[in-house]
């Protein structure tokens, strides 16, 4: 089944009541704000709301470890979502929290899978409060497809492919770190924030603006992206795959593994 990556809010207003679109409020945020506050504060009609934690693991590097087969598909079954469902996942932060789940799905074999663009800015209205009465759903999680992912180990011996640092450049260049051990970035990557895939509307930029950044960053034949924690960086995947690049991959654990382990840290800008 062809779908996605996006979906635009037009599509979604279209679609939304169809029996095999399941739609999954996303938001997520790292400090201050709360997303289930926010989604019973107000979302789109049907969606279900699904908590970050509930598709982290308990093993592995970084903070937000990718879960195991079993948990991943028991959280998409108590959402809703059976192996024929159209997939729309939505944040309010230029799809740097919704890519996450899109990546988990397509991790776990669910190519049905999409993000609606613009987040639930683009929707608009009507916003609703209720919560749905959804029934489980059949969904089977293949094995997670691991040519998606590297740990510490395979970054550190990373030759040939930009390795790409996805979030903001002061703690890229090590001027700040709010939370994770250390401050800097991991020798030799490149800094390429997220943020600036977006227009100010919110939405993704265009294929031909998304080619543009990436081949400047020499990953027209692939890179691999980490972040803090291996969420906002899922991002870069989501941007490579509506630029139509491939090869895109991301460091599970990201900084949060990395600058827990007796490995090397660069500070500063980019040479």
């Not at 094995?143 to 492919?161: C, I, M, Q, W, Y």
Request: glycine content about 12%.
């Amino acid at each position: 089944m062809s779908f996605g990556p996006l979906v635009s809010a037009d599509w979604l207003h279209a679609h939304v009541g169809d029996p095999d679109v399941r739609v999954i409020d996303f938001r997520w945020y790292l400090k201050g704000r709360n997303g289930r506050d926010e989604y019973s504060n107000g979302h789109i009609p049907g969606a279900v709301f699904v908590e970050l934690d509930a598709v982290t693991g308990s093993g592995g590097g970084g903070r937000h470890p990718l879960p195991a087969r079993e948990q991943f598909e028991g959280a998409m079954r108590a959402a809703g979502v059976s192996d024929h469902s159209r997939v729309v996942v939505y944040d309010d932060a230029g799809a740097s929290v919704a890519a996450r789940l899109w990546f988990l799905l397509r991790y776990f074999g669910h190519q049905a899978a999409a993000v609606l663009d613009g987040g639930i800015g683009a929707w608009g209205a009507p916003l609703v409060t209720d919560v749905p009465d959804v029934a489980p759903g059949d969904f089977r999680a293949s094995e997670p497809d691991a040519t998606l992912v590297l740990d510490f180990k395979a970054v550190s011996e990373l030759r040939g492919v930009p390795l790409i640092d996805a979030r903001a450049g002061e703690r890229y260049r090590g001027e700040t770190e709010p939370i994770d051990p250390k401050a800097g970035h991991v020798p030799g990557a490149l800094s390429a924030p997220f943020s600036e895939n977006v227009q100010q509307d919110g939405k993704l930029k265009s294929r031909e603006d998304l080619r543009r950044r990436y081949a400047e960053l020499g990953a027209d034949e692939g890179a691999v992206f980490y972040c803090g924690s291996g969420v906002n960086a899922s991002q870069h995947l989501l941007a490579m795959a509506v630029a139509g690049l491939p090869n895109a991959r991301l460091y599970a654990g990201s900084w949060s593994d990395w600058s827990n382990r007796d490995l090397p840290v660069a500070t500063g800008p980019e040479p």
